[in-house]
């Protein structure tokens, strides 16, 4: 799923349209005027070159893709198990965050550990992120020690969030969004869930009774 800037927010200095309006329900609502509005920012945007879609790492699939990649909105990778739909969200968020889209990466079948490895051993093809995760003999040290160096370069931070086994409740996902762009108020994001089957309600598990505080910095020891 991409989120972008609100449309409030690229609205210019000084404007009085008020594009998106919320009710005491969490519901927003916008008059066809200022939705029209709305849309005309949006065109002229994105015919500048001022707002692009976040590209994939294959140019054949972008070549595919509405405009060449994933513009705002809700994305589901399909697949059964083992075709490798993991491997392809890692990749995507990686390839995101090295062009400059802040990325929260949601494992809820891998852990922080696992999806770092998994992020390093990307970085060289010549390593095994499981032999390294189940302590196989022979493993290159020095090689994730270099790829973790790499990661650290990213142009834009990339947040490993992690759930509990009894169900990831939805309502995160709005917090989620929020921090981003509370802490990285410019450019592109991108939020990745893996994998939706574990999604629920709200739990109790989980819960807390305001918002979790600086999401972003926690990036330095999730990567």
Same mark, same amino acid.
């Given at each position: 799923m991409t989120e972008t800037n609100n449309t409030g927010a690229l609205l210019e200095p000084g404007s009085t349209i008020d594009v998106v309006a919320k009710t005491d329900d969490g519901r927003c609502k916008t008059t066809l005027r200022d939705a029209a509005a709305s849309a005309l920012l949006l065109v002229e945007r994105r015919a500048s070159g001022k707002e692009k879609p976040i590209a994939t790492p294959w140019p054949s699939v972008n070549r595919c893709l509405p405009g060449g990649g *994933?513009? /705002?909105?809700? @994305?589901? +990778? !399909?697949?059964?198990? &083992?075709?490798?739909?993991?491997?392809?969200? +890692? =990749?995507?968020?990686? @390839?995101?965050?090295?062009? &400059?889209? $802040?990325?929260? *990466? !949601?494992? +809820?079948?891998l852990d922080s550990d696992q999806v770092a490895l998994r992020l390093m051993a990307n970085q060289n093809q010549n390593v095994s992120w499981s032999h390294a995760y189940t302590g196989k003999e022979g493993i290159?040290?020095? %090689?994730? %020690? #270099? %790829? $973790? %160096? =790499? +990661?650290?370069k990213l142009k834009a931070p990339f947040v490993? =969030?992690?759930? /509990?086994? &009894? &169900?990831? /409740?939805? #309502?995160n996902l709005a917090l989620i969004a929020?921090?981003?762009?509370? =802490? *990285?108020?410019?450019?592109?994001a991108l939020v990745v869930i893996d994998f939706l089957q574990i999604v629920g309600t709200t739990c109790l598990l989980y819960t807390s009774p305001s918002p979790r505080d600086g999401l972003l910095s926690r990036m330095p020891s999730s990567a």
């Open positions: *994933y513009w /705002p909105g809700m @994305h589901v +990778l !399909v697949g059964g198990t &083992g075709a490798g739909k993991s491997a392809w969200a +890692l =990749e995507v968020a990686l @390839h995101a965050a090295k062009n &400059g889209a $802040a990325v929260c *990466y !949601v494992g +809820l079948e290159d040290q020095q %090689a994730f %020690a #270099d %790829a $973790a %160096a =790499e +990661l650290s490993i =969030e992690s759930g /509990p086994p &009894g &169900g990831w /409740p939805i #309502d929020q921090e981003i762009r509370k =802490e *990285y108020k410019d450019g592109p």
